[in-house]
C-alpha cells in the first residue's frame, strides 16, 4: 500500500497500480514473453523500480505514464529465469541491493550496471548451501548494514559493509 492509500502489486505478468476506487492508474507490462516480474517498489521521486528476470535481466524505473526512464543491466549467475533475481531496492546514493538466489549472494550495482559489492549468504554459520541460505529481499538498515532475508534458510541476518 502506497502512502496516498492506492496498492502497487506485482502480479505475474504486470505491475499495476490501483487507485481506491480499484481502478488500474499504472500498468507495465513484462518487455518479453519469457520475463519474469520480481519488484515493484515506489521510489521517492515518484519512479517505481521493477526487476525484469529473463535473457536480458535488468532493473527498470517507470514514470507515471508507465514509461522505462531507466535501465540498469543485471549479472545473475543462472539461465533459471525464475531464480534470478528477487526483491530489490534502491539505495540512498542511486546503487541498486540485488538479492541473486542462485549465486548465494546480494549484489549491490551502480545505475550503469557495475557490481560494487557482493554480500554472500552461504556461511556455514547460516547453514551453507545445504541450506539453501537464498537471499529473498536485502534492505540497507540505517546503521548502513544490510538486512537479508533467506528463503528456505528461515532467517533474517544482519552483514556488515
Known sequence: MLKNGNILICWADEVREYNKEKEV??????????????????????NTMITESGTKPRIVEINKKGEVVTSVPLKPETDNIHMQTRMARKLKNGNYLVPHLLAFAVKEYQPDGKVVNTFST????????EAKTWPFTAIRSENENTLVT????????????
Open 122 to 129: 552461504d556461511y556455514a554459520t547460516f547453514g551453507g548451501r
Open 25 to 46: 492508474i499504472l500498468s507495465y507490462k513484462k518487455s518479453e514473453a519469457s520475463m519474469e516480474l520480481g519488484t515493484a517498489v515506489r521510489l521517492s521521486n515518484g
Open 150 to 161: 533467506l528463503t528456505n534458510g528461515n532467517r533474517v541476518i544482519e552483514l556488515d559493509s
